[in-house]
């Protein structure tokens, strides 16, 4: 009788994002769960400033600003070279062989396909979508041009430059009334939590939720609001043959599902499973695996949607490949009501990711003039 191996993770979390401190909690619930004995964990926090770290209770020390005495901490884009290295006296050292990265690093440097590229390129299994699905979702214009373009609903918007906004404000403002009528919603394109985002209701409001987006990313995104709409997630889960949960409903306390309603507060209500009728649920389920399939998604995401209570119209709101993924937070909660608890969950996710691994490595990277399959 054979003891099956312990697999070596390496969780990842902070960054240089607006939302490091959700990651810092999303990345809390994630450790807890990780069972001493399937697993070996390291944990490796990166600070505000960009900093890779590693060292006993990372995530403590980085909820408490306390990071004095970490150690700096690399991982080897060289496949030859894998693993993660500590610098000490100016010396690199290997601290430990990897078999899977974790990475809860909501938005960017984190879940824009920056961090999958150095995973890729250190040939390395890792959680979450890949380089394409990552950014791709990130990008709230790219990803609803996507949308469009395969026949799913989404709400009418442009994209904005910073620069635009900078140099002509009138004109951007200008342009977003073309778009629709008040309210008007302007959020950074490449960001979550829903951190810059503003609903505006006024030219005044316009002009200030247009500057506030644009100090989070240099692509605003400015789009209708629907006035009267239901706020339904869906999680997906899965590579190649992924699966929809049953979807939930956001029940606002603010105007809109806020930065503060989600993690300072905690004032909104959850539904699940949401009330729909049958069709309706499957409409949306469908929906959300047909945008997953469609940016080659991978592991795992949050897919967002607005159902107009007036017209009963379905649109796409966003994608998100790295979801809130603290013990309350909607993805996991949906799976949990689809019967997959959370520890359950994130196994699942870890053996996605070695099977990911393993599909790329059947990928040739070399080619003969004249060579033929098999």
């Not at 490091?20 to 990780?34: G, I, P, T, Y």
């Not at 505006?200 to 995104?221: N, P």
Request: with cysteine.
């Amino acid at each position: 009788m054979t003891t099956k191996k312990k697999l070596h993770v390496a969780v990842i979390f902070g960054g240089r994002s607006g939302e490091h401190e959700v990651s810092l909690m999303s990345a809390r619930s994630v450790l807890s769960v990780l069972d001493p004995s399937k697993y070996n964990v390291t944990q490796i926090g990166i600070t505000h400033e960009g900093k890779w770290l590693t060292g006993e209770d990372v995530v403590g020390r980085f909820e408490s600003l306390k990071v004095e005495g970490l150690e700096p901490v690399i991982i080897s884009p060289d496949p030859s070279e894998a693993g993660v290295y500590v610098l000490r006296n100016k010396q690199l050292e290997k601290l430990a062989d990897v078999d899977v990265y974790f990475p809860v690093l909501h938005g960017t440097f984190g879940e824009d396909g920056t961090i999958q590229g150095l995973f890729e390129m250190a040939n390395a299994a890792y959680v979450g979508a890949g380089v394409t699905g990552s950014s791709v979702g990130m990008d709230k214009g790219v990803f609803k041009e996507v949308m469009r373009s395969i026949g799913v609903p989404t709400v009418e918007s442009i994209i904005a430059l910073r620069s635009e906004i900078e140099q002509d404000m009138n004109a951007v403002i200008e342009k977003a009334e073309k778009v629709s009528t008040y309210p008007i919603f302007t959020k950074p394109a490449n960001l979550g939590s829903s951190v810059g985002v503003t609903k505006c209701h006024t030219r005044s409001d316009l002009q200030e939720g247009l500057m506030e987006a644009a100090l989070f990313d240099r692509r605003v995104l400015i789009e209708r609001g629907v006035t009267n709409a239901r706020e339904i997630e869906v999680s997906v889960l899965g590579n190649d043959e992924p699966r929809a949960s049953v979807p939930g409903e956001v029940l606002p306390s603010r105007e809109f599902y806020s930065y503060e309603s989600k993690y300072v507060d905690g004032t909104s209500g959850l539904v699940i499973p949401a009330p729909l009728p049958q069709e309706t649920t499957a409409r949306i389920q469908d929906l959300a695996v047909r945008a997953y399939k469609a940016i080659d998604c991978s592991g795992m995401a949050r897919v967002d949607f607005f159902l107009d209570k007036d017209s009963g119209e379905v649109y796409l709101n966003e994608l998100n490949t790295i979801p809130g993924f603290t013990k309350i937070s909607m993805y996991p909660k949906l799976w949990e009501a689809s019967g997959l608890s959370y520890p359950q969950l994130v196994d699942r996710l870890i053996e996605l990711a070695v099977q990911r691994k393993a599909d790329r490595d059947r990928t040739s990277h070399t080619y003969r003039s004249g060579r033929r399959p098999a």
